[in-house]
C-alpha cells in the first residue's frame, strides 16, 4: 500500500502553474503580518502599522530607528553642561538682589498707602465731627427766643442720658447752650458757672451706668419766673459706682486699693437698678433772659430703702460716701479712684 495514501495531496503534488493561479485568484495580501529589518529577521509590526502598507512600515521603522538613536546620543546644548561654583553662587546674589530691590519697592508702596490712609482718617473724622455739630445742633437746638420753659425742655433733652465721655462737638454743643442760655454766674447751690454745672453732670454719669432722665411735669414755682421740673432719673449701681461713690464700703476705705474686703451690703447694690425721684428749679433773671440758679433734688432714701431692706443699711451705706442722699456728689471730696 502506497504510504502517501491516507495523507491529503502535498505541495510536491501541484505544479507551479497552478499555484499561481491560485495566488492571482486569491487576490492581494490585505496586510502584511511580517516585516523583516536590515538583519533579515522577520518581526510582528504594531497593531497601527499593519494598516499600512509594508513599505510604508518599513520606512517609518527605518526613521524611528535611526533619528530616535541619533537624538538620545545628541544631549541638548548647553543644558548638560554643569554650572560651577562660582557661577552659582553669582546666581545666589543676583537672585537675593533681585528680592531686596523688590522688597523695598513694596514697602515703599505700602508706606506711601498707610500715609494716604491716615490722611483719609484725619479727614473723615474732621468731618465727622462737623457733621456731629451739625446734627446736635438740629436735634436739639439753642433756642432762639429764650423762655424758662423753653431753655428748662431743651436742658432735659441734652442732659436725658447723662453726660458720660461726650464727643468733643457734642460737649462743645452743650457748653454752648449753657453760655446762652444761663448766667455766667449761674450757681447750683455748691458751684458757680455753665462749666462748673456741665462737669457735675459729666461726674454723675461716671458714676452710674444707663442714666435715663425723664420728664414728669413742669409747673411755675413759688418764686417769681422759676420753673420745677418732676423728674425720673433711673441709674444703675456698678463697680464704678462702688469705687467712686462708695469706697468705704471696702475695709481699706479706699474702694480695695490697698487689698481689703468689700462689705456684704455690696452684693445687694451690685447691678441693680434705682428709679429715683426727683425735682429741678430753674430760677429765671427776665431782664437778661438767662438762668441763674438750677437746684437739683433727689430721693435716693427710698429706692436704696427698697433694696436693702432696713435703714440701719442705708445708713451705712450713706455714712462716709461721697455722694449724698440727694444725689449730691461731695465736691471737694470727690475724686475719680483708679
Known sequence: MDVFSRSPPNSFSFSSDVIRSEIQRAGPPRASY?????????????????????SRSLSSAFDKETFGSTAATVPASGKGKKATPEEL?????RRREVCRVNQQRYM???????????????????????????????????????TVWSVAVEYF??????????????????????????????????????????ENWKRFSLCFDDVRVQLRRLETGDAVDSLVVSTITSITISSDTLRQAFPH?????????????????????????????GSVSFDWDSKTDRVTRVMTQLDMLTPMLRLLGSLEDVSRVFENALITPEGRLSGAEYRFIE
Do not use: C
Not at 538583519?39 to 504594531?46: E, Q, V, W
Not at 481699706?252 to 425721684?277: F, H, I, M, N, T
Open 34 to 54: 511580517f516585516v523583516h529589518d536590515e538583519s533579515g529577521l522577520a518581526t510582528i509590526p504594531s497593531q497601527s502599522d499593519q494598516h499600512q502598507s509594508p
Open 89 to 93: 553662587l553669582k546666581r545666589k546674589i
Open 108 to 146: 515703599h508702596k505700602q508706606r506711601q498707602l498707610l500715609i494716604g490712609l491716615e490722611h483719609d482718617v484725619r479727614r473723615l473724622q474732621e468731618e465727622l465731627k462737623s457733621f456731629e455739630l451739625q446734627h446736635h445742633s438740629m436735634t436739639m437746638g439753642i433756642p432762639t427766643q429764650d
Open 157 to 198: 433733652r441734652l442732659f436725658r442720658h447723662g453726660f458720660r465721655s461726650p464727643p468733643d462737638p457734642l460737649n462743645a454743643f452743650a457748653l454752648k447752650f449753657l453760655r446762652l442760655s444761663m448766667a455766667p454766674d449761674v450757681t447750683t447751690g455748691f458751684e458757680y458757672g455753665p462749666e462748673a454745672l456741665l
Open 249 to 277: 464700703l471696702n475695709s481699706d476705705g479706699q474702694a480695695g486699693v490697698r487689698g481689703g474686703e468689700w462689705s456684704p451690703l455690696v452684693a445687694k447694690l451690685l447691678d441693680r437698678r434705682l428709679v429715683v425721684q
